[in-house]
């Protein structure tokens, strides 16, 4: 990959490179380069519209490294480098989990209350986990620049809906979290109730309130 600084005078360039590997000698490579009278503007100032999905279990997947560590967080850093020269304007934040982006896990971590309500009754609440959702906001806001569409998505096909064929094993179409006990730090897929259930609203605004309120203070 080359990137040509915006004042670099057109015309042909020549240099070399050293491509070396364990076991091989090094070895030189001679590069050319033509620039042109054109600039290419800023991928914020491009018309067209891309839209890259940017997968952390992939690349922990991918490189064999834990979920969120120090060294997970650098290559998703990268990724997003690579998805902003592209000029993607989209951020998915998963809030379900097994969602089509290749998560396991929701990026919100659902925590029962401490009285034992679970939120799965009307009136029932849960607290929240923030801290994997901020963490890759603020890989974003350093990496991404600033997206125009930040989507927390709570739907997948495993949800039915008109010409979905896909369904999870159990035969549920409820919307599947991580729920996160905070004394130990261990983590469990757990069901939802279904959306069509009228006590699922109750049971997602007291997490959206919160969602819209982090996100205007970002």
């Not at 054109?38 to 991928?43: A, I, L, R, S």
């Not at 990724?79 to 934040?93: A, K």
């Not at 801290?131 to 350093?142: N, R």
């Amino acid at each position: 990959t080359v990137r040509v600084p915006k004042d670099a005078k057109p015309g042909a360039y020549t240099g070399q490179v050293t491509i070396s590997a364990e076991g091989l000698k090094p070895t030189p490579i001679t590069v050319n380069l033509k620039v042109l009278e054109w600039t290419v503007p800023d991928p914020s100032g491009r018309r067209t519209w891309v839209e890259l999905i940017e997968s952390p279990d992939t690349l922990a997947m991918e490189y064999n490294v834990p979920l969120w560590g120090e060294k997970h967080c650098e290559l998703i850093a990268r990724s997003m480098r690579y998805v902003r020269e592209m000029g993607s304007r989209t951020l998915y934040v998963p809030l379900i989990a097994q969602s089509n982006a290749g998560n396991n896990e929701s990026m919100v971590r659902w925590i029962p209350k401490a009285d034992g309500s679970t939120g799965l009754a009307a009136g029932g609440t849960y607290d929240y986990d923030f801290s994997i959702m901020d963490k890759y906001l603020d890989l974003a806001q350093k990496n991404l620049d600033a997206p125009t569409v930040v989507e927390f998505n709570v739907w997948d096909l495993y949800l039915g809906g008109i010409g979905s064929r896909f369904r999870m094993p159990s035969g549920s179409q409820a919307p599947r979290v991580t729920e996160l006990d905070p004394t130990t730090g261990k983590t469990r897929e757990v069901a939802l109730l279904p959306y069509i259930d009228p006590n699922s609203m109750a049971l997602w605004k007291p997490l959206f309130d919160q969602l819209r309120a982090r996100m205007q203070k970002r």
